[in-house]
């Protein structure tokens, strides 16, 4: 009996308990949902408190920034004061830009008064926004830093204007597959002073007949720091911006027509502070590479089919670039790069950290060289070479103690090769193999069982035809491309996974993403490293 009774009193107090948590939360969330409507001038809803309604706006606000998209369309849907507080704490937006967003301005940027960063994205089948509608954003929003554009083909250069006039602190213009042209771009140049970064894609409104009219440099020459021209026609319009960009840092150029050399000659005589220079299918010889020389503290070069570079041009950077931290060729088959350029990197780049090396048939001369002289070599990726075989292996495993991350695809490696890199590389942590024929899921597996620590990735698919690229991401840096693959692009880095299985592999590299192999497998580990 006594026992019941003190079971009872006790399960009464716990229902008794749980039922005031119940309702302290339920009159909470309802003091909190009808906070405009019925809230008490205390802060309370039937004596117990809503300490929701007690936080500052601006702790409301943090909160609202560190949660994603979803939650925080969510979390608008609470109160009015909630929707109000996550519109105004909302700096970056995305935008579908048809022609009908024009009606919504207004109450759209009502709501989200703070924005600094904006996309406007049109589908290329669609009626894009107008002059109209981004003249009434740029009033709207007078304190925008960032704009990316894409397939707005309705706008004129009387719209970009029109924007520059309004958006003088704007720091980062990208454009893709616009209609404005060369009037619309000076009008930036001259109206936002604060410019770092220019991405230019495919801008449609510069014609033949304005191939001859500058664009440049204007008042956001002095500020500029970045510039990247993809598939443009008349692409060395920009020669007059490149050339007064004196605090000019990188220099992306992909796949623009014309002769970049003497252009070149000059920019490196007047720009000498560049230290990321990109080029992809562009028309440069040796004669350029000895212009880029001048950069005497270039970090990071990528050349990617360009296949009137050779040996020569190579050993002249190399000569006088003795800062070069990151390395990327892409021979495209055409064989003019190879022992004699890496041995002169090798000689005088005793600071390279990263080595991707495409279509090119290096040696074992040419790699031990690069092993024992560069230290600090420290990611290394090689693929689509002919030369490159066991022995090659045996010798980066004995002498690159840096090295951590290490890309092989395609290159005539087996077994053997595996095993030497059970002994080797003391620092290394991952590896990844793909379709190198005489490399078996044995020799992986005995590679994982001699190193614990060691991440494996293994794919045995067959091999493809291949074809090395970089794409033209515009804050992004370089990759590879293979026809099975889409292009695109990323910083170097290498990252793989122990498990084996195909799919997860495939996921990983982006080949059901539409990613190249080592955009894919070299993007991973300069963003892990923080490099």
């Given amino acids: ?27 909470a969330l309802i003091s909190t949902m009808h906070d405009d409507e019925a809230e008490e001038p205390n802060g309370s809803f039937d004596g117990l408190s809503d300490y929701i309604s007690d936080l500052p706006d601006e702790c409301l606000a943090c909160i609202f920034q560190s949660l994603s998209t979803s939650d925080r369309k969510r979390c608008s849907l609470v109160c009015r004061r909630w929707l109000m507080i996550e519109g105004q704490s909302r700096h970056r937006l995305s935008l579908n830009a048809q022609s009908d967003l024009l009606a919504v301005i207004p109450s759209l940027f009502s709501r989200f008064d703070a924005v600094t960063k904006l996309a406007l994205r049109c589908d290329r089948r669609s009626v894009s926004i107008g ?71 495919r801008l449609r409104g510069m014609t033949d007949g304005a191939a001859a009219e500058p664009i440049g440099p204007g008042v956001a020459a002095v500020s500029l720091q970045r510039i990247c021209l993809k598939e443009l026609y008349n692409g060395q319009c920009f020669g007059p911006l490149i050339i007064g960009a004196k605090n000019l840092r990188t220099l992306k150029l992909f796949r623009c ?46 050349l990617v089919k360009m296949p009137e570079c050779t040996n020569a041009g190579l ?38 950290q990263e080595l991707v090396l495409i279509s090119v048939n290096p040696t074992k001369l040419s790699l031990e060289m690069l092993a024992s002289n560069c230290q600090n070599l420290e990611r290394l990726a090689l693929c689509g070479s002919d030369t490159v075989g066991d022995a090659e292996i045996s010798c980066i495993a004995g002498k690159c103690i840096a090295l951590k991350k290490l890309c092989i695809k395609s290159c005539p490696i087996s077994d053997q090769g595996m095993e030497a890199l059970a002994s080797g590389c003391p620092n290394l942590v991952k590896v990844k193999v793909k379709k190198c024929r ?37 804050a992004q840096d370089n990759g590879v491309e293979f026809p099975a693959l889409a292009n695109q692009v990323g910083a170097a880095s290498i990252a793989s996974s122990s498990n084996g299985r195909s799919t ?12 190249g192999f080592v955009a894919c497998t070299l993007r991973r580990l300069s963003s892990g490293n923080g490099r």
């Fill in 1 to 27: 009996m006594g026992q019941s009774t003190s079971t009872a009193a006790i399960s009464g107090r716990r229902d008794a308990s749980l039922s005031h948590r119940s309702k302290s939360k339920s009159t």
């Fill in 257 to 302: 027509s014309g002769d970049w050399d003497k252009l070149l000659q000059v920019i490196a005589d007047r720009v000498t502070g560049m230290v990321e220079i990109h080029l992809e299918r562009v028309q440069v010889s040796d004669v350029g590479l000895a212009a880029i020389s001048n950069c005497l503290n270039l970090e990071i070069l990528h």
């Fill in 131 to 201: 002059d109209e509608a981004l003249v009434l954003i740029s009033q709207r929003c007078r304190n925008l830093i960032r704009l990316k554009l894409r397939a707005c083909r309705d706008l004129t250069d009387a719209g970009m204007a029109a924007f520059a006039k309004n958006c003088k602190a704007l720091k980062k213009l990208s454009c893709g597959s616009c209609a404005f042209g060369v009037k619309g771009m000076n009008a930036v140049l001259d109206n936002c002073p604060a410019l770092e970064e220019l991405s230019v894609k």
């Fill in 315 to 352: 050993e002249y950077v190399a000569d006088r670039c003795k800062l070069l931290r990151k390395l990327h060729i892409d021979g495209w088959k055409a064989n003019r790069i190879g022992d004699e350029g890496l041995i002169a990197v090798a000689k005088c780049c005793s600071n390279l």
């Fill in 504 to 515: 997860s592999f495939k996921s990983r590299l982006g080949i059901l993403s539409g990613r």
């Fill in 438 to 474: 005489g490399v078996t899921l044995e020799g992986a597996d005995s590679l994982r069982a001699n190193r614990e620590s060691l991440t494996v990735n293994l794919d045995t698919g067959e091999p493809e035809h291949q074809d090395a690229s970089a794409s033209d991401g515009g």
